[in-house]
């Protein structure tokens, strides 16, 4: 056996083998292999995805003269065209006093932050569930690193007391939404520590953006914390149903990721096409408060599968291990259902789930459905 049989084997043994399917999705729904089932893993979490309307409304203002569709070079040579501005500008309304820098996605963003702000004498304390674009990215840092156990403001405190006089600056990194659990992280008092330890503060919004706050700016915002945040990362690709990210931060954090980020700078610049349509949808974000409000009810009638505490679109339904996980995962789709089973070693040995999305494109009997499965 070779040795690449011989890895594929051992996942497959460990139920940990993945695979690619072909999927079409249109509206609350996704077609697999011939299968219709209710889609309960986008991360469409208002529903801009399967919106026609929105669509054709974006079409009708496109001038198609131009070509739209590739923009072959990165920003800091000849990619950086005024639908990268008229972007950054329409971000920038969300966030008052803040700059935003575009790039082409989260993990570029995640991946590639970190290491261009920070040195030898800085360093990170990251709360120990951020997701894996911040971990790699932890890593390539010159920076000194550590983790404080998920969401444990003593051990937070008792790191930073340990080591605040060791170094320059402390950056804490966390998230506004948990991608695996779906809780929140205590910014309130994260901010408390950033104030009594002078700190810095790195947040990730990939899932808070679009779903909390009037405007839809995310979840720090929406508590109204968002200018505490020191770099606030958010992903264009999961509510807002486009692709690209983009940070948030002051404008000499700005200049120097502009000169310093590898991610950037070696990175080819988003076409036209896909700025152009990003910039429809933040500006119309605002908007969407309907989308909003019908999704947070959704997340109440969920309450009930569990203990009545989940407070976000993202519900972990625990199964433990690896076997269990997979069962339930087959009794769910064999009920209409696909959901997507997070197994070792994405999560710990003990922790496998089945993460359940919810988006504005479901409907309450959906969930009523659901929780009759669960």
Not at 86 to 113: D, H, K, Q, T
Not at 173 to 187: A, C, H, I, R, W
Not at 242 to 256: M, N, V
Not at 269 to 274: E, F, Q, V
Request: net charge negative; proline share 3%.
């Amino acid at each position: 056996m070779s040795i690449e049989s011989k890895i594929l084997s051992d996942l497959a043994d460990n139920l940990n083998l993945r695979i690619l399917r072909t999927s079409e999705c249109h509206g609350k729904y996704i077609n697999i292999e011939g299968k219709e089932y209710i889609n309960l893993s986008s991360n469409d979490y208002i529903g801009i995805g399967s919106d026609t309307t929105l669509q054709q409304e974006f079409l009708e203002q496109v001038d198609f003269s131009k070509f739209l569709m590739s923009n072959p070079s990165s920003r800091l040579m000849t990619g950086n065209n005024s639908d990268y501005d008229n972007l950054e500008s329409s971000v920038e309304r969300l966030y008052p006093n803040r700059r935003a820098l575009v790039l082409s996605n989260g993990y570029a963003v995640n991946s590639g932050v970190l290491p261009a702000i920070t040195t030898k004498e800085d360093l990170i304390i990251a709360d120990k569930l951020v997701h894996a674009s911040i971990i790699d990215g932890l890593k390539l840092c010159e920076a000194k690193w550590i983790r404080y156990n998920h969401n444990d403001m003593n051990h937070l405190e008792s790191l930073i007391q340990k080591n605040r006089g060791d170094y320059r600056r402390i950056w804490v990194v966390t998230e506004s939404v948990f991608s695996m659990d779906g809780d929140v992280s205590p910014l309130h008092d994260i901010v408390s520590l950033k104030h009594k330890y002078d700190l810095k503060i790195y947040l990730d919004e990939a899932h808070g953006f679009g779903v909390f706050g009037l405007n839809g700016a995310g979840y720090a915002t929406s508590i109204g914390l968002g200018e505490e945040m020191d770099l606030t990362i958010v992903t264009l690709g999961k509510a807002l149903a486009s692709c690209g990210a983009f940070i948030i931060c002051t404008s000499e954090l700005r200049d120097i990721l502009i000169n310093r980020m590898r991610t950037l700078i070696f990175s080819t610049a988003l076409p036209p096409i896909n700025l152009q349509w990003s910039r429809f949808l933040i500006d119309r974000l605002p908007t969407f408060g309907d989308r909003r409000d019908h999704l947070f009810n959704l997340i109440n009638i969920t309450n009930s599968i569990e203990k009545g505490d989940s407070t976000t679109q993202i519900l972990p339904l625990m199964t433990y291990d690896n076997i269990t996980t997979e069962r339930v995962t087959s009794q769910l789709r064999e009920d209409g259902f696909w959901v997507t089973p997070i197994r070792t070693p994405t999560v710990p040995v003990g922790k496998s789930r089945i993460r359940i999305s919810l988006t504005s494109a479901l409907d309450e009997s959906d969930i009523e459905k659901l929780i009759k499965h669960c």
